[in-house]
């Protein structure tokens, strides 16, 4: 038995009528903790009286006052340093970058600074941040919009790494990053904010409020962090996706009729191996969609843990399906994008023996 | 100065042929020191504002020379910080402790018992007298050379050593660099090899201390060549636009290894200058002036308490030695620099004043001195029980694992079983676990 929790949002459907979208969510998650954890703040370019530019913010600094709640300078590097320096006070900031493109001067203090402050101090300091933004393409962002950094800091020792990919889970997994200890980066697939994506792009939107997953609880739960929801059982492949990149896959093999085991890992860091494990033993072959570049992307790490710890139940070569090597094209993004074709491909030849 | 290319790339015009600048400092090996250009002021000279003053008031504070003890030996003007002879005494035994904890860690290294050292010397007040401006229990967000401070809050030189020889007694568990120390008891932050990152981080802390609505201020230290970083910057906007009360710390000392503070911009202006382009309150002090340093930094310190906002003060002095075990400035600058350097050396000035002061005397001088080599040479011994680096007596296998996260996750708990068996191969005699 893995231990994913299975279909989490789906049991708590029926016990409500309350429908969110995904930045619903992430809103009611701060005002939630910032009403809990007096200690936690919330920072960024735009999310103060404003409330974000995606409203990820919206009401919370009216509600929560100006020094719990307040915009930054545009300064990526000073927002992550001053979150390093209110951790060490005792604060648990969450900082937000408005795109997960722009995060890149604030590397130095997340990479050498936050991930690595428990273990060079002895655990005298600790950087309990959350760092939130939005990350993936899809919505014509063009090459500093669209970015899908993760593999950046998966590969960083002392950062967690946590993408949602419903509302339901975007609430909890959101509580549980603000109340670990250690700093996380949470991304937000943009693409679906407003509503789940079929990779379809030319067919009309989806509102979350049809999707089973935005029945989201009143009030504070946890979803643990470092483990993975099994959104659809199967059994003649396992998927591993996370974000966007969920829906996509669960509505190409819906449309092909592949009772493929879909697994929304939630969590790149900790990763949990055991639910992809026991999937991957069950079914013998591996699929891996990702909308990051290919090389060092996060799939080749998960296409050695699967080929390095399944190899005797594999029947299939591991396929991974990515996006193209290349900045992220404006007027060709519906190119670029890794949807129904490429994964199509990939699950053709996955089965064909 | 400028360096013109012998043709210019494009002919076929009559505009001047584009020229780089690329600084050069005014002495290299070998070359006779004249330090006649830099503006000394005399001690005493420049009036003390008002703590609150509007930083557009104090521009000239920026460019000018705080400075208290005179050629005379004696306390000069207002910014004279009236130190009682017992904290006089107190600021000397510090400094000279520092120096002669320096002395005997440089030789450690040189004998092999650890990697790196970095000494701090002609720096001493910059972080000594600093340090004794500030509460206790103020944040103070170091840089390397910021040993002092360490020395002032008294934590104990044994557990520096230990740290210093990551040995089994080492508080950071063997993980960090020779000297990078932390204590949060001391309210003293784990410096970090990557230069000006603590700076933000300062101001951090400052802002989530005037959020809880505490009494508390932060202080932070980085050299001038890293004022050139995005950090500093990015530290100096947060502060003004939050008014946090948080000092920066400009330690000027003229060498970045081998770069002379004209990479950083010193051709140009003063590094006090650059807070005011910021709208901060800017002060320029003789940083080997122990009164000049305390008397700018409780300036500074008081500033900040009245919420009247962060204040940068350049400290201006000399990096009397190499920067650390593993450079040899020989290589790169006249070894005249120091002897003629014109603000001499904090701790042959404090001593002067305080024998003018008839509070001193040669002989209590050459009895601390002994003392103080004594005291270094007993917590060496007593920290060599521990171990040196390089020797076995280490932190357990499994700490290098630990505080990667706050539980250890899958993956690292498999990598230190792979650790585990390697150590089997390798030290097939060890007990440990």
């Not at chain 2, 400094?95 to 650890?114: I, N, P, S, W, Y």
């Not at chain 2, 010193?266 to 002090?285: H, K, N, P, S």
């Not at chain 2, 002994?370 to 521990?386: F, G, I, M, P, Y």
């Amino acid at each position: 038995m893995s231990a994913a929790v299975k279909q989490q949002g789906a049991a708590d459907a029926a016990d409500t009528e309350r429908r969110l979208n995904m930045i619903e969510a992430i809103n009611e998650a701060l005002d939630i903790m910032l009403a809990r954890d007096p200690d936690v703040i919330v920072m960024g370019e735009d999310v103060g009286y404003f409330g974000g530019v995606f409203r990820c913010t919206a009401g919370l600094q009216e509600k929560h006052g100006k020094t719990r709640v307040f915009d930054t300078p545009i300064s990526e590097c000073g927002i992550i340093g001053v979150a390093v320096g209110m951790g060490a006070y005792g604060l648990r900031p969450v900082p937000e970058i408005q795109f997960a493109d722009y995060i890149y001067p604030g590397l130095d203090q997340l990479i050498s600074e936050a991930a690595r402050l428990r273990y060079r101090s002895a655990c005298d300091y600790i950087a309990p941040l959350t760092v939130r933004s939005p990350f993936g393409g899809g919505i014509f962002g063009g090459q500093t919009h669209s970015q899908s950094p993760e593999a950046i800091f998966t590969h960083v020792s002392g950062i967690k790494t946590v993408i949602p990919s419903t509302p339901h889970d975007a609430k909890g997994l959101l509580i549980s990053a603000i109340e670990d200890n250690d700093p996380v980066i949470f991304f937000e697939p943009k693409r679906i904010y407003n509503g789940p994506f079929s990779g379809y792009y030319d067919k009309p939107v989806e509102p979350w409020k049809r999707h089973k997953d935005s029945a989201v609880p009143e009030g504070y739960y946890r979803i643990p962090l470092g483990k993975a929801r099994i959104v659809r059982e199967g059994e003649a492949m396992t998927v591993l996706a996370y974000g966007t990149m969920v829906h996509v896959a669960e509505a190409v093999c819906r449309a092909k009729g592949i009772d493929a085991e879909i697994i929304d890992l939630r969590t790149l860091v900790p990763l949990d191996i055991e639910a992809i494990e026991a999937s991957v033993r069950k079914t013998g072959r591996c699929m891996i969609v990702h909308e990051a570049t290919r090389t060092s992307g996060f799939g080749a790490e998960l296409s050695a843990l699967v080929t390095e710890r399944c190899f005797f139940h594999l029947e299939a070569p591991v396929e991974r399906v990515t996006g193209f090597d290349t900045p992220y094209p404006h007027s060709l993004e519906w190119a670029y994008f890794p949807g129904p074709v490429r994964i199509g491909e990939a699950i053709d030849k996955l089965l064909k023996d | 100065m400028a360096d013109r290319p012998e043709k210019p790339a494009r002919g076929g015009h009559n505009k001047p042929a584009l020229a780089l600048h690329v600084p050069e400092p005014k002495f290299r090996p070998g070359d006779a020191v004249d330090f006649s250009h830099l503006e000394i002021p005399q001690a005493g000279l420049l009036a003390r504002p008002d703590e609150t003053a509007h930083p557009s008031q104090i521009g000239d504070f920026a460019h000018s020379l705080i400075r208290v003890l005179g050629d005379d030996n004696k306390a000069h003007g207002a910014w004279d910080p009236k130190l009682d002879p017992e904290t006089l005494r107190a600021m000397l035994g510090h400094m000279a402790l520092v120096r002669a904890f320096d002395e005997r860690m440089f030789r450690g290294q040189r004998q092999g018992k650890t990697s790196f050292y970095m000494k701090c010397t002609g720096e001493e007040a910059t972080s000594v007298a600093a340090a004794m401006a500030l509460a206790s229990d103020d944040m103070v967000f170091p840089s390397y050379r910021q040993q002092g401070i360490l020395i002032v809050r008294g934590y104990p030189i044994v557990d520096m050593i230990n740290q210093i020889y990551s040995n089994k007694a080492d508080k950071l568990k063997g993980r960090q660099l020779p000297i990078m120390y932390s204590s949060r008891e001391h309210s003293f932050f784990s410096i970090s090899g990557n230069l000006a990152t603590q700076c933000p981080q300062a101001v951090g802390w400052a802002m989530a201390s005037a959020i809880k609505g505490d009494t508390r201020i932060a202080a932070t230290w980085l050299g001038e060549g890293s004022t050139a970083e995005g950090d500093f910057h990015s530290a100096c906007t947060f502060a003004t636009v939050y008014n946090a009360p948080v000092i920066l710390n400009v330690i000027n000392n003229q060498w970045a290894i081998s770069s002379f503070s004209g990479f950083a911009g010193a051709e140009r202006t003063t590094f006090a200058a650059r807070a005011l382009g910021y709208g901060m309150a800017g002060l320029r002090v003789d940083g080997n002036d122990a009164l000049a340093v305390y008397a700018a930094m409780q300036w500074a310190a008081n500033r900040a308490r009245a919420n009247a906002g962060p204040t940068l003060i350049e400290h201006f002095t000399y990096r009397a030695e190499g920067h650390s075990t593993s450079d040899d400035p020989a290589g790169y600058r006249s070894a005249h620099e120091r002897e003629e350097w014109p603000l001499g050396d904090p701790i042959m000035r404090l001593k002067r004043h305080l024998i003018e002061l008839g509070e001193w005397d040669l002989e209590r001088q050459a009895a601390m001195d002994l003392d103080c080599a004594e005291r270094v040479k007993a917590a060496t011994k007593e920290a060599e029980k521990n171990g040196i680096l390089g020797h076995g007596m280490h932190h357990p296998f499994h700490t290098m694992f630990e505080d990667v996260f706050e539980e250890l996750p899958w993956h690292l708990k498999e990598q230190a079983a792979q650790a585990i068996r390697e150590r089997k191969v390798k030290w097939p005699g060890s007990l440990e676990e």
